[in-house]
T-cell receptor, first 114, second 114 residues
């Protein structure tokens, strides 16, 4: 158990809908990262927040957005869902925001778009 | 129709053998490398890391070797056990780029036969 929690574990929804994925980092960690894992793209970095502020951005679609709240939990919002958005979404956390910080991953949310 | 997806390299070993998993990276600016293990239905789990100023680092039953000349990274697992069966990912980061943005390799499937 990494100490990172994600809810829900599974999510099934329809195209065009909007969903929110939630992540609680390890106690004391200030950075939260979101990754997408799909069969054809592998593990891809989406976005990073550090102490409430966006710190780095990857290939995140404009339909996707995220935020980190004062209590440091984070939410990833996915809207106008398409079949291709079906994937595993992982959250990771680290102590601060240095490139050499170890990132600890949560168990993931499996999103299925029908 | 054809299946679409990443075709991961596979490695099959007998219990008790040593395993070597390889990874090539392309970014010569990368200076921090990590190996993760992902078991079915779980998030990536940190195994070991190495910075670019080192060639070798050892952990418990694992050794990571870094060859910056040919941009190659390897993970050696000693006395492989059935519990080591998983997908193994290398990841890289650079202090010159965006903070915690890890770039993951495609992964290698390790199967350990009892």
């Amino acid at each position: 158990d990494s100490g990172v929690t994600q809810t829900p574990k599974h999510l099934i929804t329809a195209t065009g809908q909007r969903v929110t994925l939630r992540c609680s980092p390890r106690s004391g960690d200030l950075s939260v990262y979101w990754y997408q894992q799909s069969l054809d793209q592998g593990l891809q970095f989406l976005i990073q927040y550090y102490n409430g502020e966006e710190r780095a951005k990857g290939n995140i679609l404009e339909r996707f957005s995220a935020q980190q709240f004062p209590d440091l939990h984070s939410e990833l919002n996915l809207s106008s869902l398409e079949l291709g958005d079906s994937a595993l979404y992982f959250c990771a956390s680290s102590v601060v925001s240095q490139a050499t910080d170890t990132q600890y991953f949560g168990p993931g949310t499996r999103l299925t778009v029908l | 129709g054809e299946s679409v997806g990443l075709h991961l390299p596979t490695l099959s070993v007998q219990e008790g053998d040593n395993s070597i998993i390889n990874c090539a990276y392309s970014n010569s600016a990368s200076d921090y490398f990590i190996w993760y293990k992902q078991e079915s239905g779980k998030g990536p789990q940190f195994i070991i890391d190495i910075r670019s100023n080192m060639d070798k680092r050892q952990g418990q039953r694992v050794t990571v070797l870094l060859n910056k000349t040919v941009k190659h990274l390897s993970l050696q697992i000693a006395a492989t056990q059935p519990g080591d069966s998983a997908v193994y990912f290398c990841a890289e980061n650079s202090r010159g780029t965006s903070y915690g943005k890890l770039t993951f390799g495609q992964g290698t499937i390790l199967t350990v036969h009892p």
